[in-house]
């Protein structure tokens, strides 16, 4: 996959002209909210691009290439003991 730089990656996004409701659920809510939006991020084509933007921005809520803000925060620890 190639990384694509910009904002156009969104073009092509599986939540495009959906409600953004869905993709930023009550964090102790129920965990069907969390799924629901995370199974839109499964079948997306830039679910990668995604999540790369929101660990770069540190996008701090919703749902972003399929992972919760929990979820990026253990990734960015991961790459820095990685690195």
């Known amino acids: 996959m190639t990384v694509q730089t910009g904002m156009a990656w969104r073009k092509q996004a599986a939540c495009r002209g959906m409600s953004t409701v869905i993709f930023y659920p009550d964090p102790e809510g129920p965990e069907e909210d969390i799924s629901s939006a995370k199974a ?24 972003w290439g399929g992972t919760t803000e929990r979820e990026r925060r253990r990734i960015i620890r991961q790459r820095r003991k990685s690195a």
């Open 40 to 63: 839109v991020c499964e079948q997306c084509p830039v679910r990668e691009t995604c999540l790369e933007h929101a660990l770069t921005n540190r996008e701090r809520y919703g749902i």
